[in-house]
């Protein structure tokens, strides 16, 4: 599916002890928050048709992750991404409806001292990852078949498949269904220029209110081995979901390992890091 002319947006911070792990919850120290379980906030990685340097630049691949030979640690993050319809009234969103699911590299540079979180996010062609098939979603509520499915990871290395994140329920997330539909639209609305975050709705504006948005809502926790290691050229990147129904971890472990996710109940992400 062509994401080109869908704006690309992120949240930090939805999952727990992720923002530790990857060495940024310092960035968000000053960020006031309604709670100590609520995301950070929402950046964006993707807004299309405007001049807004990189951030204008398609990053998406389904194949492929582009280190572009930046001499900085880059890490990827496992996540799942929604597919949104938008509905606007008066310049204000006013309702948003996930259609679709799919696994997501929120793949980021490890920098220091950046302004602005979304600087970590968009360096060119190929530098995020979306599975090349999403999957339609039933009902995004308690009760839909989302209450059953789970995320994990992994990178194979020199020939030999490791653990990358921890394998964990998207429900599991810290805002999820309709708490994250709320708390998303109201950020959407209304999210200052402030610290590591930017104005949000001024950007909609820009790419003249698009009807869908693909937004990434948060990244998971990594393993140990996860946690310290960064992407090289060579390595093979695999984000999966999976019905918990259908399969369990060590099973879909076997199936990364076989390469041999191409069945009912997985939607994956594989991407050679070049």
Not at 50 to 64: A, F, R
Not at 88 to 97: F, L
Not at 264 to 271: A, D, P, R, T
Request: charged share 25%; with cysteine; net charge negative.
């Amino acid at each position: 599916m062509d994401f080109k002319d869908i704006i690309g947006l992120g949240i930090a911070g939805n999952f727990a002890l992720h923002l530790d792990q990857a060495g940024e919850a310092e960035d968000f120290k000053d960020v006031k928050v309604d709670n100590e379980y609520a995301p950070k906030g929402v950046f964006p990685f993707y807004l299309p048709n405007t001049s807004k340097g990189t951030l204008s630049q398609y990053p998406l691949s389904s194949s492929q992750q582009a280190l572009h030979d930046l001499d900085e640690n880059i890490q990827a993050e496992p996540e799942m991404a929604l597919l949104c319809e938008i509905t606007y009234a008066d310049a204000k969103i006013i309702g948003i409806k996930p259609t679709h699911f799919g696994a997501y590299n929120d793949c980021s540079i490890r920098r220091k001292g950046t302004k602005k979180i979304s600087e970590k996010k968009n360096w060119g062609l190929d530098t995020k990852g979306i599975s090349e098939n999403l999957v339609k979603i039933d009902s995004f509520d308690e009760g839909g078949m989302l209450d059953h499915w789970r995320i994990s990871s992994f990178l194979r290395r020199n020939g030999d498949v490791y653990r990358y994140g921890e394998d964990v329920e998207v429900s599991g997330y810290s805002y999820f269904y309709t708490q994250l539909l709320e708390w998303m639209q109201d950020k959407l609305n209304t999210q200052e220029d402030n610290g590591p975050l930017e104005d949000i709705n001024a950007y909609i504006k820009e790419c003249n209110y698009p009807k869908q948005m693909l937004i990434s809502i948060g990244a998971t926790r990594y393993t140990a081995y996860g946690k310290k290691t960064f992407l090289k050229e060579g390595d093979e990147l695999y984000v999966v979901l999976y019905d918990n129904d259908i399969f369990c971890k060590n099973p879909i472990l076997c199936k990364v390992v076989s390469d041999s996710l191409d069945e009912e109940g997985i939607c994956y992400l594989k991407q050679r890091v070049i």
